[in-house]
């Protein structure tokens, strides 16, 4: 099959690689997108990615071939694929906390994700998608999980109000999910304005430029209307946790899903003194009901038409270096650039 793998120095090399064949509990998944991460980036910038390894973990397609024991799934049924193999015996993975798992691999970082034709997958990792769905669009599934499990992380509740620190790919699908969880007031940063208004027409309540997204200055907006809850979704190296610890009302919580690639300062003395949770959140999890990713396949299936003008650019796979300076950058309107095996 064709793929592209990482090659020395972080290149993305068009290789091919021997068709995957499904053992029992797998299925093979004909991959029709995979969208680029903005941890994708993150890791390659610091040379954190596998020689040999096929990247990509955001990818949705239709079941090709199904291994000995796989029930509720047919060739041919459109899926999206929440991209992780852990052992399923650890306390971690029997209370539904799978990314945690001490044994756990993520699909496109230490094991071949979505920048190939085919990809093989747990069955309990498929999650049904209607058929006439955008694979662009199902392919979203991933960032909507972590958004998701981001909320549900902070103790989201019905009328509260949030915040979203960022809005990139995540942050955006943030403001969907915040509305679909019950959220009352959603606001949202954004540094470009094609960001901006993509984050009115998803339903944000008001959108913060750059200036008003400062700590001062969310002190001051927080003093004034505090949030509940604050989903801090940049990492790299901004100042959000500061932000987002000034704007956070007393019993409030922060919830991370940022990947933060040095050491950053927090001040925690207004976390301390207003009690607030400091909560991290890594990829997903099965703990709720509907767990994170079925949570996400279904606001997806809902919101179809407003999700996809998050799906902003697509590239065929041989073309995988322009997806990955497409992805880089966002002035220009780039929220989610899928690749198309």
Not at 36 to 50: E, K
């Amino acid at each position: 099959m064709r793929a592209v793998v990482w090659g020395e120095s972080g290149a993305l090399v068009p290789t091919r690689l021997p068709l995957p064949e499904p053992g029992p509990g797998e299925l093979r998944v004909r991959v029709r997108a995979c969208g680029i991460c903005g941890s994708d980036l993150h890791l390659r910038s610091i040379g954190f990615v596998q020689r040999g390894v096929a990247p990509g973990h955001e990818f949705a397609g239709t079941v090709d071939a199904l291994g000995a024991g796989v029930a509720g799934l047919a060739t041919g049924d459109a899926v999206a694929v929440e991209p992780l193999r852990s052992c399923g015996r650890c306390d971690e993975c029997r209370r539904g906390l799978d990314a945690i798992c001490a044994e756990g691999k993520l699909l496109g970082v230490h094991t071949h994700g979505g920048f190939a034709e085919y990809a093989v997958v747990p069955a309990q990792r498929a999650f049904p998608l209607p058929a006439d769905l955008d694979p662009r669009v199902a392919a979203l599934s991933e960032p909507t999980a972590v958004a998701v499990r981001g909320l549900r992380r902070g103790g989201l509740a019905p009328g509260q109000r949030v915040l979203i620190l960022g809005a990139g790919t995540i942050g955006l699908l943030g403001v969907l999910a915040a509305r679909a969880l019950g959220a009352g007031e959603v606001w949202i940063s954004a540094r470009h304005a094609a960001q901006a208004q993509l984050a009115k027409d998803l339903g944000a309540t008001r959108v913060l430029g750059e200036a008003e997204a400062a700590p001062g200055e969310l002190a001051r907006a927080g003093a004034a209307t505090p949030f509940d809850l604050v989903l801090e979704t940049v990492g790299g190296s901004a100042d959000t946790l500061n932000a987002a610890a000034s704007a956070v009302r007393r019993g409030g919580a922060v919830a991370v899903v940022g990947m933060f690639l040095a050491p950053v300062r927090l001040e925690t003395l207004p976390l301390l003194l207003k009690e607030a949770t400091l909560a991290w959140s890594y990829c997903y999890g099965r703990s709720g009901e509907p767990c994170d990713f079925a949570e996400a396949t279904r606001l997806l299936s809902a919101e179809r038409e407003r999700a996809a003008r998050l799906a902003t650019h697509a590239v065929p796979l041989a073309d995988a270096e322009r997806a990955f300076a497409l992805a880089a950058e966002r002035r220009a309107g780039t929220v989610k650039v899928s690749v198309l095996p």
